[in-house]
């Protein structure tokens, strides 16, 4: 016997964490792209897609969010903080691959430096997770030594049962027992089977890849150039990814009064490197695109002990071209072998 | 060489205010300017943290912030003095603004110049154009305690006479018995009053020849220059180990976040800006 949530009872859960102060998010359509929003009732909410088009990235690190507005006077500067609006949040329906995400990213923003706007925001927020029963071909959590149903980054895992009729509980931390505590009359007690988890197949091996790219010879190599060459630069792999990081500081106003922002940049713009002088780093889209698979497999685990890449695989299911992380370390583990 | 500061006063985008104090014209484009803390504890914590070899984000709001270093030096922390040339829309912004203005400051950021190892050394800087600033806040909290170091020698070079920033300091320089000064500029930057040496940076250190025996070489220019600096001092017997330099590269946060500084695996903003040759020549030299 285990803790079941039925589905019917969703709207229910909603009301009671409204009412116990939470804002309710989770996986809804917006025009023609899937995403995560408050809502005020669980019909609003959408399970039906493999993986959102967007991560829950978004929750904890807008696109554009304001930092600082700053006011001149004749003789002084004002300086406020904008920090995130505050309160309790459920996110419910974020992917395992999604949750995993924002963990990985937990020691970036707070080596050293802490970043409030993330911590805010993670400290507020309980991730109720939904297992995977469904993938496509774009999947690759297997690859990254993940699976359908990580915990990692949730704070409640749920298992969908046979034919949508709810979910099994698996409470993971203090705080997703706490949350759970104000439906917990609503949850029933039930021998009801899960629906067997989604597979995924594995697509590289991830070792021989890192073993790889850790090679300095291998940093200058031809490789680079092939596997790039169709990149167009539009970033959206960056964008869409739950795991990058990579901000720009841009103020929005005039001389007397304005907001300092925060807004996503990405590693595949020309422009991110670029020095006054004009001298350019990074002035090739090959080299670029090293940058990103280098970043994720090899420097960021060397800071962090992880990789930067929790396996969702939006980068090469939304790309306009047809590349992404899996079709390079696809082709780095036929190098390797 | 790393130590890593806890900013764990305040929101860590937050600048402090900064009033100008002082502004100087160096050179056609570059200035240089003096700026006081107006906030006792941004101060404090500036003069607790700041070590030679560390930088700042200088910014005006409505423009943005811009990376540099702090000119002066770890035994002077009354002020920051930064030496910037006038090329984009912060550094314009900054270049425009007066005395009595206020501006912002980030930092200070980074690691620094061991100098305490260096005690009891001779210490060489070598560096060209407008990549004095960092040099002369090393030369500075040095010669500030001058006893504890061996023979100094300073080799400047600059594309033109008028390039030459601090010419101030370096007439200071030149006067004193303790400091070994060699200044230099490129072939056809010459002015008909000039009297010191004509050649690039690496010839003229090469005829300089200074002894690589106990003495510490920082370098600091453009990476053409560090580039076959770095091949003189090799010709001269230096170790790569007791060559430092220090990196620069594109920054917004300068805290180790927003993804762009690094070299390899190294961030700038973090593990540098000061490296050694050593460190440097590990870096895979297709990312500098």
Same mark, same amino acid.
């Given at each position: 016997m285990t803790?079941?949530?039925?589905?019917d009872?969703?709207d229910?859960c909603?009301?009671?964490?409204?009412s116990?102060?939470?804002t309710?998010?989770?996986?809804?359509?917006r025009?023609?792209?899937?995403t995560y929003?408050?809502?005020?009732?669980?019909?609003?909410l959408?399970?039906g897609?493999v993986l959102?088009?967007?991560?829950?990235?978004?929750?904890?690190?807008?696109?554009?969010e304001?930092?600082?507005?700053y006011?001149?006077?004749?003789e002084?500067?004002?300086?406020?903080?904008?920090l995130?609006?505050s309160?309790?949040?459920?996110i419910?329906?974020?992917?395992?691959?999604?949750?995993?995400?924002?963990?990985i990213?937990?020691?970036?923003?707070g080596?050293?430096?802490?970043?409030?706007?993330?911590f805010?925001r993670?400290?507020?927020?309980?991730?109720v997770?939904?297992?995977?029963?469904?993938s496509?071909d774009?999947?690759m959590?297997?690859?990254?030594?993940?699976s359908p149903?990580?915990?990692?980054g949730?704070?409640i895992l +749920?298992r /969908?049962?046979?034919?949508?009729?709810?979910? %099994?509980v *698996?409470e993971? @931390?203090?705080? $997703?027992?706490?949350?759970?505590?104000?439906i917990a009359?609503?949850?029933q007690?039930?021998?009801?089977?899960?629906?067997p988890?989604?597979?995924v197949e594995?697509?590289?091996?991830?070792d021989?890849?890192?073993?790889?790219?850790?090679?300095?010879?291998h940093f200058?190599?031809?490789f680079?150039?092939?596997?790039s060459?169709?990149?167009?630069?539009?970033a959206s792999?960056?964008y +869409?990814? /739950?795991t990058?990081?990579?901000?720009?500081? %841009?103020? *929005?106003?005039? @001389?007397?009064? $304005?907001?300092?922002r925060?807004?996503?940049d990405?590693c595949s713009?020309?422009?991110?490197?670029m020095?006054t002088?004009g001298?350019?780093p990074?002035?090739?889209?090959?080299?670029?695109?090293?940058q990103?698979?280098?970043?994720?497999f090899?420097?960021?685990p060397?800071?962090?002990s992880v990789n930067?890449?929790?396996?969702?695989?939006?980068c090469?299911?939304?790309?306009?071209v047809?590349m992404?992380i899996?079709?390079?370390?696809?082709e780095?583990?036929k190098l390797?072998? | 060489?790393t130590?890593?500061?806890?900013n764990?006063?305040?929101?860590?985008?937050?600048?402090?205010i900064?009033?100008i104090?002082?502004?100087?014209?160096?050179?056609?484009?570059?200035k240089?300017?003096?700026?006081?803390f107006?906030?006792?504890?941004?101060h404090q914590?500036?003069k607790?943290?700041?070590r030679?070899?560390?930088?700042?984000?200088?910014?005006?709001y409505?423009?943005?912030e811009?990376?540099?270093?702090?000119?002066s030096?770890?035994t002077?922390?009354d002020?920051?003095e930064?030496?910037?040339?006038?090329s984009?829309?912060?550094?314009s912004?900054?270049?425009?603004?007066?005395?009595?203005?206020?501006?912002t400051f980030?930092?200070?950021?980074?690691?620094?110049f061991?100098?305490?190892?260096?005690?009891?050394?001779?210490l060489?800087?070598?560096?060209?154009g407008?990549?004095?600033?960092?040099?002369r806040?090393?030369i500075?909290s040095?010669?500030d305690?001058r006893?504890?170091?061996?023979?100094?020698?300073?080799?400047?070079?600059?594309?033109?006479?008028?390039d030459?920033v601090?010419k101030?300091?370096?007439?200071?320089?030149?006067?004193?018995?303790?400091?070994?000064?060699?200044?230099?500029?490129d072939?056809?930057?010459?002015s008909p009053?000039?009297?010191?040496r004509?050649?690039?940076?690496?010839t003229v250190l090469?005829e300089?020849a200074?002894?690589?025996?106990?003495c510490i070489?920082i370098?600091?220019g453009p990476?053409?220059?560090?580039k076959?600096t770095?091949?003189?001092?090799?010709?001269?017997g230096?170790?790569?180990?007791n060559?430092?330099?220090?990196?620069?590269?594109r920054?917004k946060?300068?805290?180790?976040?927003c993804?762009?500084?690094?070299?390899?695996?190294?961030?700038?903003c973090k593990e540098?800006?000061v490296?050694?040759?050593?460190?440097v020549?590990r870096?895979?030299a297709?990312?500098?």
């Open positions: 803790k079941i949530l039925f589905s009872k969703l229910k909603v009301e009671r964490w409204k116990a102060g939470f309710v998010i989770g996986p809804v359509q025009a023609n792209i899937s929003a408050a809502v005020e009732h669980a019909a609003e959408e399970f897609h959102p088009d967007r991560s829950i990235k978004d929750l904890f690190f807008p696109q554009s304001p930092m600082l507005r006011t001149i006077k004749k002084s500067i004002d300086t406020s903080e904008c995130p609006p309160g309790p949040r459920i419910f329906g974020a992917r395992p691959c999604d949750a995993s995400g924002m963990a990213d937990d020691p970036l923003f080596w050293d430096y802490k970043d409030e706007y993330w805010q993670r400290n507020e927020s309980v991730i997770t939904i297992a995977c029963t469904k496509d774009f999947c959590c297997t690859s990254l030594k993940m149903d990580s915990t990692k949730s704070d +749920l /969908p049962l046979e034919n949508n009729k709810g979910w %099994q *698996e993971l @931390t203090g705080r $997703g027992r706490e949350a759970f505590k104000t009359d609503i949850l007690e039930s021998s009801e089977q899960v629906a988890l989604a597979i594995k697509k590289f091996d991830l021989a890849c890192v073993a790889w790219l850790q090679n300095p010879e200058e190599s031809r680079w150039k092939e596997i060459m169709r990149c167009i630069g539009c792999c960056t +869409l990814c /739950p990058c990081h990579c901000f720009d500081i %841009q103020d *929005e106003g005039d @001389t007397y009064t $304005g907001i300092r925060k807004n996503w990405s713009f020309a422009l991110f490197t020095h002088s001298h350019n990074r002035s090739t889209q090959s080299a670029r695109w090293r990103r698979i280098m970043h994720k090899n420097y960021f060397g800071k962090f930067s890449c929790s396996g969702c695989g939006r090469s299911r939304q790309c306009p047809d992404g899996t079709e390079t370390l696809q780095i583990s390797s072998q | 060489m130590e890593n500061i806890h764990t006063q305040q929101n860590i985008y937050k600048p402090a900064m009033k104090v002082g502004r100087h014209d160096e050179a056609p484009g570059v240089t300017m003096r700026l006081e107006q906030d006792a504890t941004d914590f500036f607790e943290t700041f030679t070899g560390m930088f700042g984000l200088y910014g005006v409505g423009e943005g811009s990376t540099f270093c702090v000119a030096p770890e002077r922390k002020y920051i930064c030496t910037f040339r006038q984009g829309r912060v550094t912004a900054l270049a425009n603004a007066d005395i009595g203005d206020l501006i980030r930092g200070p950021y980074g690691n620094r061991p100098i305490e190892e260096f005690h009891g050394k001779n060489l800087f070598i560096s060209g407008i990549a004095l600033p960092p040099t806040s090393v500075w040095c010669l305690q006893e504890k170091f061996g023979k100094v020698t300073i080799v400047y070079g600059a594309r033109t006479v008028a030459l601090y101030h300091e370096l007439e200071e320089w030149q006067e004193r018995s303790d400091v070994d000064l060699v200044l230099t500029v072939p056809g930057g010459e009053d000039w009297k010191n004509i050649g690039f940076v690496p090469e300089a200074p002894s690589p025996d106990n070489a370098i600091c990476p053409i220059m560090i076959f770095l091949i003189s001092l090799k010709k001269l230096f170790d790569e180990s060559v430092y330099t220090t990196l620069e590269n920054m946060c300068g805290l180790g976040k993804g762009r500084c690094n070299v390899g695996s190294i961030y700038v540098g800006p490296f050694t040759a050593a460190e020549s870096m895979p297709a990312d500098l």
